[in-house]
């Protein structure tokens, strides 16, 4: 069980990075990867099948209707975003974008953040490099600041209800270093992201504008991409019952790296325990959150982002997994400092 379970951890880390066709389809792939874990696992049931065929329904619905409301209000909103653009200096317009996507991330949940990330993107005509590093620097806001409260995202939600604990247990506990999180990708975006060159015409203006048919098979993919999650999390889950939950938090910090590829979600359901301090639960998140923007299946903005914009694995990740890599380390050096 081991030998396969690890060996598909190594090909959902990889593949995707090396074949072109596993990366344009990258949803199916998953799922496929995930019924295999199941399989080799020995979780595979009636209950698990019910429970992945499921649980996509609301997001991939949430997908499809505000793929819809953005056809429709396309223009409108588009002017909105370039007047707001032109308005401010543009470090200071995209450097708050980054950081009010992932305030507002935890209130209007991860998914419809980054579909308004989408749009944005889409109006501004950045030149490549300035999207993708903008689109993953806003992912990684997103992610961590959906963890906020239980609407955000399943993490959050899981976590609260585990730990029998109120609406905004999660601000008390990661608040701090998620508000210092989402100052630096911010920083980092007003620095890094260079404004659209003015005249100049990209690929982006050909595709704004999406058809019915794209908008439902995004939606479609996303179900897919949900559902071998569920696959892959309930696979992974006795192998990091039986060798992770024992080991100590800071081993569990760097481990959580998987997040990366797997939901996150599931990890904090398998590794989160009232039992535990609250020191030892606050590294065990933000390990799972920090690392879910290195790549693309590590969190749903992620696919979301990188399948409308055409974002490509190796891309986000020669870009992402430095990045994550580097707030990681900054992060455990704090968590060092502070729990002394």
């Known amino acids: ?163 029998n604990e109120d609406f905004f247990f999660l601000v008390r506990l990661i608040g701090p270093e998620v508000f210092a999180a989402l100052l630096i990708f911010g920083t980092l975006a007003a620095l890094l992201v260079s404004p659209p060159k003015i005249g100049k015409r990209t690929m982006r203006v050909e595709r704004s504008s999406e058809t019915y048919e794209e908008i439902l098979v995004r939606s479609l993919k996303i179900y897919f991409f949900i559902a071998g999650l569920t696959f892959l999390g309930a696979g992974f889950e006795p192998l990091i019952n039986q060798y992770f939950l024992d080991l100590n938090s800071k081993f569990l910090y760097w481990i959580n790296m998987i997040s990366a590829v797997l939901d996150n979600a599931t990890l904090t359901a398998a590794e989160v325990s009232p039992a535990m301090n609250h020191i030892t639960i606050r590294s065990i998140l933000i390990g799972l959150l920090m690392s879910g923007g290195m790549m693309i299946p590590g969190n749903i903005p992620n696919i979301i982002a990188a399948n409308k914009l055409q974002i490509s694995s190796k891309e986000w990740a020669m870009f992402g997994f430095p990045l994550g890599l580097v707030m990681m380390l900054v992060f455990f050096f704090a968590f060092l400092l502070t729990s002394r």
């Open 1 to 163: 069980m081991i030998i396969g379970l690890v060996s598909i951890l190594l090909l959902v880390f990889f593949l995707p990075l090396l074949l072109k066709p596993v990366e344009k389809n990258l949803e199916m792939f998953l799922f496929i990867m995930g019924f295999l874990a199941a399989i080799i696992s020995g979780v595979w049931n009636t209950s698990l099948f019910v429970k992945a065929a499921m649980d996509p329904i609301y997001i991939s619905l949430t997908v499809l209707l505000a793929g819809l409301l953005f056809r429709w209000y396309q223009e409108p909103l588009e002017k909105s975003i370039r007047s707001l653009s032109r308005k401010m200096p543009y470090p200071i317009f995209i450097g708050s974008v980054t950081i009010v996507l992932g305030l507002v991330s935890s209130v209007i949940t991860a998914i419809i953040a980054a579909l308004v990330l989408v749009l944005i993107v889409t109006t501004l005509h950045l030149d490549r490099q300035s999207e993708i590093r903008f689109v993953i620097l806003s992912c990684f806001s997103i992610g961590l600041g959906a963890a906020l409260t239980p609407l955000g995202e399943p993490l959050s939600t899981i976590a609260i209800s585990k730990l």
